[in-house]
């Protein structure tokens, strides 16, 4: 198993851009998140989605736009990126939700905005 | 609102000594779960120990146990004969247990260096 994997590493973009950050689990994992961290702040979460076609907002989900339409993939998605959303991005699993299931953790997308 | 504390920034200890992180929590709700995740500087988030809020013993993972205070809403982290490779961030980090999401709430770190 690849466990939970993330493209890109890294990325910059300029103001105004889109990207796609993708995510993808081969544990057939129903629940999937997406949480930014940055400095002084921890980990807040954006997204998160309890299986294949159900996504629901997080934390601080403005600027951000996923959708879910496999059970293994989960991408993120910014729509115009601005130089507040430079942040390490993390994209995290678990095989079921409503309960204290391990959560799996991707190592991580480094994003600048200039 | 649930919220999590770490109030110790950074700490030091000594290889093969034993180190205690501190953290608090704020929460209403009585079923819940607490975590302790690791992050080396390769920033993988790495599932160190975990409580259930309704056990009353305290969790131990080899080296690494909790001191679990549910009245005083406290979750410490004991390592134990510390090592290099425990050099990293540690999170603690809280969830409540039967909601819609599996969201979890993060302390601010504490970044943890082990000195030869």
């Known amino acids: 198993n690849a466990g939970v994997t993330q493209t890109p590493k890294f990325q910059v973009l300029k103001t105004g851009q889109s990207m796609t950050l993708q995510c993808a689990q081969d544990m057939n994992h129903e629940y999937m998140s997406w949480y930014r961290q940055d400095p002084g702040m921890g980990l807040r979460l954006i997204h998160y989605?309890?299986?294949?076609?159900?996504?629901d907002q997080g934390e601080v989900p403005n600027g951000y736009n996923v959708s879910r339409s496999t059970t293994e993939d989960f991408p993120l998605r910014l729509l115009s990126a601005a130089p507040s959303q430079t942040s390490v991005y993390f994209c995290?699993?678990?095989?079921?939700?409503?309960?204290?299931?391990?959560?799996?953790f991707g190592p991580g997308t480094r994003l600048l905005v200039l | 609102a649930q919220t999590v504390t770490q109030s110790q920034p950074e700490m030091s200890v000594q290889e093969a000594e034993t180190v205690t992180l501190s953290c608090t929590y704020d929460t209403s709700e009585s079923n819940y779960y607490l975590f302790w995740y690791k992050q080396p500087p390769s920033r993988q988030m790495i599932l160190v120990i975990r409580?259930?809020?309704?056990?009353?013993q305290n969790a131990t993972e080899n080296r690494f146990s909790v001191n679990f205070q549910k009245a005083a809403k406290s979750f410490s982290l004991k390592i134990s004969d510390s090592q290099l490779g425990d050099t990293a961030m540690y999170f603690c980090a809280f969830m409540f247990y039967g909601g819609a999401t599996n969201k979890l709430i993060f302390g601010t770190g504490t970044l943890l260096a082990v000195q030869p």
């Open positions: 995290a699993s678990s095989y079921s939700w409503g309960a204290a299931e391990t959560q799996y």
């Open positions: 989605s309890v299986g294949a076609g159900i996504t």
């Open positions: 409580q259930e809020a309704y056990k009353q």
